[in-house]
């Protein structure tokens, strides 16, 4: 989104549209699978972990501990949400 501008730029606004279609297509078909409690959270997790390592590395975002920890704690709260599932 940063990178559309606003909305402003053609490709990366288009890349934004192809990339939710298809993030929303694949968290459709898990749900024939899976609980979803489970795809949710593993949907956010994925989500919120990929756009802060593109931050760090393409928009050169800083990278603290507590951000490394805050993602390792999403990590294991979908591991758990797993396991809990799986009972």
Request: proline share 1%; net charge positive; hydrophobic share 55%.
């Amino acid at each position: 989104m940063k990178a559309s501008e606003g909305l402003s730029r053609l490709i990366p606004s288009l890349f934004i549209f192809v990339c939710y279609v298809l993030s929303l297509v694949f968290l459709t078909l898990s749900l024939r699978k899976l609980e979803i409690g489970l795809v949710y959270a593993i949907w956010s997790g994925i989500g919120t972990a990929l756009i802060t390592a593109i931050g760090v590395v393409y928009f050169k975002e800083s990278l603290s501990l507590i951000k490394v920890l805050s993602i390792l704690l999403i990590i294991f709260g979908v591991i758990g949400l797993n396991f809990q599932v799986r009972e």
